[in-house]
């Protein structure tokens, strides 16, 4: 039998041990913090002493920076700001900076707004890119310079382009508490400008210089065309009412986020009149689902030459998942109503592999595609290779959020700009991060194997820097630090 002694000594080793695992384990863990607050500022130092351009940024770079590749086809002086371009990465600045409370993120993040107000239409919003070049400054209305007449002056809801820019726009206003005059107010003529350009309906176009006539545009629900043309009419399809790449989507949840911010009811009634349309554009039976644009008498309408009027797998999809956002926004279940009917027909639609074509025949339902040299087919034997004309099935995620929504008394807003803290790291986070921090050079690059976007491996060998990875590496050592509880390393100023 052991003597109290011997216990107490056996029970001492046992916390001497506990003790000494305890301490082992703290530093393992302060390491990594450290390790990933330093990658943080270095990843961030070169990003924006090296790569910027007037505080702007493209999608990709060459590992010497001698070359780049942004939207279409700008001058060398020109920064990209459809996603992942300019706003997208002062976006990941600014969730330095609420990760980390580090004023250089800020600075950083404030580069970039900069850049984008410099970049603003007289329109209200952006374009794919703004060009820095004078000579071509002066045949573009943007607001910083000089009016005259026959400028280009295209507000661009296309891919997210505006869109992103006000987002991260309206969250450096809120950053420097709406008391930095040139953001708030440029921030506020993009949404007057936004407000104004959406149709009587509801909807938005693709892309507009001047604002509708509401007479002009009456209000009425879709509907099949008695007959439609099956070769491109090569219409002027920018002013239509477009869900193609998420445009009308993309901006109702920008002015629900407006409505958070700014908490104005003006952007709110905008927003749930976008998602209203949203309701008057579900096509009737035998297909109760979306095209990808509407013309001004509600049918579905050709866009480009492989755009044809039709029903859509891809924006259908996008759509309820809107409609389920949409619910937890407002609350009110006429945006749930839509989504049983929708996922049957969309089930019924699956291709014998098990995925959704992108396009189905007006009525018939049968599957459209093209040929290589752009003429409507039946067949998938001889399609382009740049556009997806098959696109995967998300219906089983739509139909368990649908579920799962129906069983909630009072959903909660999926944009909430509360940052989401986790109570601790996950092994997964953990491991990504790890992950990021390795593959960091020396020089703060994370660099992809080439070539550059649209080249041959010829004319851009080896390596590239891709804003894409920079913004989605930064985003994983923020939520990492942010996870494990980094103490803010400063006080944010107000101008």
Request: one cysteine or more; aromatic letters at 12%.
């Amino acid at each position: 039998m052991d003597t109290p002694r011997a216990q107490a000594g056996r029970s001492m080793i046992v916390f001497c041990v506990l003790c000494s695992g305890a301490s082992l384990a703290e530093p393992r863990e302060d390491a990594l913090l450290e390790q990933a607050s330093a990658s943080l500022r270095k990843a961030a130092q070169f990003f924006r002493s090296q790569v910027a351009l007037h505080g702007g940024y493209q999608y990709a770079y060459s590992e010497d920076l001698k070359r780049s590749v942004g939207e279409g086809r700008g001058s060398a002086a020109s920064v990209t700001v459809q996603p992942p371009g300019t706003p997208s990465v002062g976006l990941a600045y600014l969730e330095a900076f609420e990760a980390t409370g580090d004023e250089y993120y800020l600075e950083a993040a404030r580069d970039v707004a900069i850049c984008l107000l410099r970049g603003q239409k007289r329109s209200g919003g952006w374009d794919y890119r703004i060009e820095f070049d004078p000579e071509m400054r002066r045949q573009i209305a943007y607001r910083t310079e000089p009016e005259g007449p026959q400028r280009q002056n295209v507000t661009n809801l296309d891919d997210n382009t505006t869109q992103t820019a006000l987002r991260f726009l309206m969250r450096m206003d809120r950053a420097f508490d709406f008391k930095d005059v040139r953001i708030h107010e440029a921030v506020r003529y993009a949404l007057t400008a936004l407000l104004e350009a959406q149709y009587p309906n509801g909807a938005w176009p693709q892309r507009y210089d001047h604002f509708p006539e509401p007479e002009k545009f009456p209000v009425k629900p879709a509907g099949f065309p008695t007959q439609w043309s099956r070769t491109w009419p090569q219409v002027d399809y920018r002013p239509y009412y477009t869900f193609n790449d998420n445009t009308i989507l993309d901006t109702i949840r920008t002015l629900f986020e407006a409505a958070r911010i700014y908490d104005e009811e003006e952007y709110r009634k905008a927003a749930v009149k976008g998602a209203d349309f949203i309701l008057l554009a579900r096509m009737p039976d035998p297909q109760p689902a979306w095209a990808q644009q509407y013309d001004f008498d509600m049918h579905p309408a050709w866009a480009r030459r492989f755009e044809p009027p039709a029903v859509s797998g891809r924006e259908s999809q996008d759509i309820l998942l809107t409609l389920l956002e949409v619910y937890q926004e407002t609350g009110d279940p006429k945006y749930l109503k839509p989504i049983p009917s929708a996922i049957r027909y969309l089930r019924r639609s699956l291709l014998p592999d098990g995925r959704l074509a992108r396009f189905y025949e007006l009525q018939t339902n049968k599957p459209l595609y093209f040929t290589t040299d752009y003429r409507l087919t039946y067949s998938d034997a001889e399609v382009p290779t740049h556009y997806a004309f098959k696109i995967e099935s998300r219906l089983d995620q739509i139909e368990t959020e649908y579920r799962r929504l129906q069983t909630i008394d009072s959903p909660e807003p999926p944009g909430s700009l509360r940052l989401k803290h986790q109570e601790a790291p996950t092994p997964g986070l953990k491991a990504q991060t790890r992950e990021v921090i390795a593959a960091l050079d020396e020089d703060g690059r994370w660099l992809d194997e080439g070539p550059l976007p649209g080249d041959s491996p010829d004319q851009s060998p080896g390596r590239v820097i891709s804003s894409s990875t920079f913004v989605g590496n930064f985003g994983i050592l923020c939520r990492y630090l942010r996870a494990a509880g980094r103490p803010p390393s400063g006080n944010r100023s107000v101008p």
